[in-house]
């Protein structure tokens, strides 16, 4: 089982970046395609990223299309979620998943790090 601990969360102004990073331990972390998603207040949880085992396919939701970049590395055991150009809708608390490769389910998950963008 993988442990996955999210960081780098905090507030910023419109049009200002953050840099998220998410720590994994207890696993292979080249056996996992790594995920980011978000939660709203009041709204269902929303994919926004993912990235493949190697770093080879990455997918951007519209919202955040060339905005957002996703990136990992598998010798620090990271995930990274690069977020430019932030704007007040991107608030939310932001969770970094993971699944096994050759199953359909992210199954392990972050506590989540808090993302507000103020206007």
């Known amino acids: 089982q993988v442990q996955l601990v999210e960081s780098g969360g905090g507030l910023v102004q419109a049009g200002g970046s953050l840099r998220l990073s998410c720590a994994a331990s207890?696993?292979?972390?080249?056996?996992?395609?790594m995920a980011w998603f978000r939660q709203a207040p009041g709204k269902a949880r929303e994919f926004v990223a993912s990235i493949s085992w190697n770093g080879g396919q990455t997918y951007n939701s519209d919202s955040v299309k060339g905005r957002f970049t996703v990136s990992r590395d598998n010798v620090k055991n990271t995930v990274n979620l690069q977020m430019n150009s932030l704007k007040p809708e991107d608030t939310a608390l932001y969770y970094c998943?993971?699944?096994?490769?050759?199953?359909?389910?992210?199954?392990?998950w972050g506590q989540g790090t808090q993302v507000t963008v103020s206007s």
């Open positions: 207890g696993g292979t972390f080249s056996m996992y395609h």
């Open positions: 998943a993971a699944r096994e490769v050759g199953t359909f389910n992210y199954n392990y």
